[in-house]
Structures are given as C-alpha cells and as structure tokens.
Nanobody
Framework: VQSAESGGGLVQAGGSLRLSCADSGRIFSNDNMGWFRQAPGKEREFVAFVSWSGVVTYYADSVKGRFTISRDNAKNTVYLQMNSLKPEDSAIYYC????????????WGQGTQVTVSS
C-alpha cells in the first residue's frame, strides 16, 4: 500500500493535529492499518494499529491515552487524532498496511511532517 498522508504541521506543545491517510490506488478496507513515525536520526517506529473493521486498536506506550486511530472504510481513509502533543512527537508520520506492530509493505508514501514546539 502506498498511501497519501496529510494533516501534519507545526503546533505548540499541548496542541492537537489530525492526520489522514488515503489510498486512491486501491481499496484497503480489508487491510489492517497502522501509523508509524520516523524522527531525524532514528529508526521508523510503530505508533498505532487499527483492524480492518475498526474494532481492534492498540498503541505504542509513548502515545497511549493521547492518540486515537480510526478509519472510515466508506472513504477509504484512516485517521490519527493526536492530542496533548509533545516535542518528542515531532517526526514524519506514515501509514501502511500492518500486521501487528509491523508494516506489511516496504513501500512507503511521502509521509506528513509533524513538528511540535516547546
């Protein structure tokens, strides 16, 4: 799945952003999906998972209680609502089909940059 991520930006600590992930190339309503992020000088890491139905979700410990993943299969879109943002959340955020906490594909979109100022 090579998706188009959007919704990133510059926000102050404590602020909120909502990221969107859409795939115009295929329907991913049958795919479990995840959000991942990569900060400068660090490896890409898992952030959040949502099952194909939207019923099952889980999160990295670092974002639990602050981020919410959801999906709208009718719109072929996955969302990541990010609240109480911290400077350490600054990274490029990507979505991909997921198996557990790992991405299924090595094909990544361009991502969307999130920068949180202190």
């Amino acid at each position: 799945v090579q998706s188009a991520e959007s919704g990133g930006g510059l926000v102050q600590a404590g602020g909120s952003l909502r990221l969107s992930c859409a795939d115009s190339g295929r329907i991913f309503s049958n795919d479990n999906m995840g959000w991942f992020r990569q900060a400068p000088g660090k490896e890409r890491e898992f952030v959040a998972f949502v099952s194909w139905s939207g019923v099952v979700t889980y999160y990295a410990d670092s974002v639990k209680g602050r981020f919410t993943i959801s999906r709208d299969n009718a719109k072929n879109t996955v969302y990541l609502q990010m609240n109480s943002l911290k400077p350490e959340d600054s990274a490029i955020y990507y979505c991909n089909a997921a198996r557990g906490r790992a991405a299924v594909s090595n094909s990544w979109g361009q991502g969307t940059q999130v920068t949180v100022s202190s």
